[in-house]
């Protein structure tokens, strides 16, 4: 799994996921490079995605958005993905979300969560995506149903953007900034699986309306003077 230079680089975020890690490793595409980010696991997490080939990254802050910026800062490719550590999506899948991404077609491109069984996807955690898919609409002009962790971009790019949430609002900031520079958003549908162990967000109802609260915030940003550029197509025009 560790290729030198890898053509993709997969970001991990990962807080005590050693259950789900050999499935989600071994699933990392051919050639691509797993990165896992240990947020402060206490269940021998990171030695086992190192046993298994990752590159690990520790970041002792705690947050999503830490664990997600400390993989995009380690990150070496010219397109990073984002997906969950817990097996609730399936990384064999990423080069359907970074297709897009590679061919040039869009700029970044989110898994829209598809899920597969009745308690793969809790229905407050369903009620709380629908509410912040239409604030990002109201915001932003992007008609997006679900603002997947499952995701893909060019990494200059994304570090161009200047994302400063370190928790919840981290993927929704992505998402705001990318669209007040002018990028291609696109989505794909992807299945969502029940997650192994319970989700340090939207387990329970309290994590998922704390998330909704960091989200809101970052709503309330003002775009910025002078976005980001758009990113550019290999070879000059877009």
Same mark, same amino acid.
């Given at each position: #799994?560790?290729?030198?230079?890898?053509?993709?680089?997969?970001?991990?975020?990962? *807080?005590?996921?050693? %259950? =789900?890690?050999? !499935?989600?490793? %071994?699933? +990392? @595409?051919?050639?691509?490079?797993? +990165? &896992?980010?240990?947020?402060?696991?206490?269940?021998?997490s990171p030695d086992l995605a190192r046993s298994l080939g990752a590159h690990v990254v520790h970041e002792p802050r705690r947050g999503f958005g830490a664990a997600c910026h400390a993989g995009l800062t380690a990150a070496? =490719?010219?397109?990073?993905?984002?997906? /969950?550590? /817990?097996?609730?999506?399936?990384?064999? *899948?990423?080069?359907?979300?970074?297709?897009?991404?590679? /061919?040039?077609?869009?700029?970044? &491109?989110?898994?829209?969560?598809? @899920?597969?069984?009745?308690?793969? !996807?809790?229905?407050?955690?369903?009620?709380?995506?629908? %509410?912040?898919?239409?604030?990002?609409?109201?915001?932003?002009?992007?008609?997006?149903?679900?603002?997947?962790? #499952?995701?893909?971009?060019?990494?200059?790019?994304?570090?161009?953007?200047?994302?400063?949430?370190?928790?919840?609002?981290?993927?929704?900031? #992505?998402?705001?900034?990318?669209?007040d520079a002018g990028w291609r958003v696109a989505e794909t549908d992807v299945p969502y699986l029940p997650r192994t162990g319970r989700s340090k967000v939207t387990g329970t109802w309290r994590g998922t309306w704390q998330?909704?609260?960091?989200?809101?915030? &970052?709503?309330?940003?003002?775009?910025?003077? =002078?976005?980001? @550029?758009? @990113?550019?197509?290999?070879?000059?025009?877009?």
């Amino acid at each position: #799994m560790e290729t030198s230079p890898s053509s993709v680089d997969v970001v991990l975020p990962c *807080l005590d996921e050693a %259950e =789900a890690l050999p !499935w989600v490793l %071994e699933r +990392i @595409p051919p050639g691509w490079r797993a +990165i &896992v980010v240990d947020n402060g696991s206490t269940d021998g997490s990171p030695d086992l995605a190192r046993s298994l080939g990752a590159h690990v990254v520790h970041e002792p802050r705690r947050g999503f958005g830490a664990a997600c910026h400390a993989g995009l800062t380690a990150a070496t =490719a010219d397109v990073v993905c984002f997906c /969950d550590c /817990d097996a609730s999506l399936d990384p064999a *899948l990423l080069p359907t979300v970074a297709g897009p991404v590679l /061919d040039g077609s869009a700029d970044l &491109v989110l898994g829209r969560r598809r @899920p597969t069984a009745r308690g793969a !996807w809790p229905l407050h955690a369903r009620l709380a995506n629908l %509410e912040l898919a239409r604030l990002v609409r109201r915001r932003t002009g992007l008609r997006l149903h679900d603002l997947g962790p #499952m995701r893909a971009a060019r990494r200059e790019s994304l570090s161009a953007l200047g994302l400063t949430d370190r928790r919840s609002g981290y993927p929704l900031q #992505m998402v705001t900034r990318a669209a007040d520079a002018g990028w291609r958003v696109a989505e794909t549908d992807v299945p969502y699986l029940p997650r192994t162990g319970r989700s340090k967000v939207t387990g329970t109802w309290r994590g998922t309306w704390q998330a909704v609260r960091d989200m809101r915030a &970052v709503l309330a940003e003002q775009p910025p003077a =002078a976005p980001a @550029p758009a @990113p550019a197509l290999a070879g000059g025009a877009r």
